[in-house]
């Protein structure tokens, strides 16, 4: 009997309504989204890595002060003119690959900061009543392919929930989910039992971590509609999958790829260092610079 394929996932949601207090003073009228790695904001990384996946349609959850995210999916109207007149045909084709669609991003604001759950259950609406896909565009992750292209066909296999995870050195796990996995289904992929966020060094169940990027089936709106505020206070994405857990698979997937926390100077820092080396452009004249810095 051949199975009913998986409802396709279309849309992903992006929680950019964070303060990014850790950048001040660079983030007091900048949004931490919008600080570069190398030449391009942070935020159109993990808008390039859901294009990839194949994903349409684009939700930004976002705040006050966060117009300039707004602006960057735009049009620049007289800029491309400009840009036209002058006939600076480069610098347009990387102003038009940066925009979506016309009708294809949507913005909703998440009004008080109440914690990650909270920010996703403001995409109810304009998700509707399908599979999503969620990145935390902080954690960047560089990945051939791309960690949600990866994880769409994990979820085109194994439907039901798709949790992206990786192993972190055990004195970390307290700043992040925390995964406990079951049945191993293929290299990558193992089906999850338990969930704990941000759960004390000695009460970890493992050292594997939610790593910032998700599927997850619609269901988890009713369940974030009713989650009282968890750790930190905050409403937490990670209490409402526990919830969901007795209803619904979920699956940790090992990704191919290394994640640069940006939330995070040294991370944000290594992330510079990593995608310039690896830019065709700028590597080769950057390495020696580079070796001259650290001699
Ligand atoms: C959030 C999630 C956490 C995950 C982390 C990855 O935490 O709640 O489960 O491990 O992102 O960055 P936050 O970084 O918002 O505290």
Redesign the pocket.
Known sequence: MSQKPHKRVRKVVFPVAGLGTRFLPATKVIPKEMLTVVDKPVIQYAVEEAIEAGIEHFVFVTGRGKVAIEDHFDLAFELESTLKTRGKNAELEILKSTRPLFGAASFVRQQEPLG?GHAVWCARDIIGDEPFALA?P??LIKGVPGCLAQMIETYNNHGGNVIAVEEVPHEHVNR??VVALDKQFDDRTHSITAMV?KPKIEDAPSDL????RYILQPEIFSKLAEQKPGAGGEI???DSMIELLTDQNFFAYRFDGKTY?C?DKIGYLAANVAYALDRPDIGPKFRPVLDQLIK
């Open positions: 990650l935390l902080d954690m992040y989910g966020e971590i939610i790593s910032g937490q994405l990670t926390d939330g």
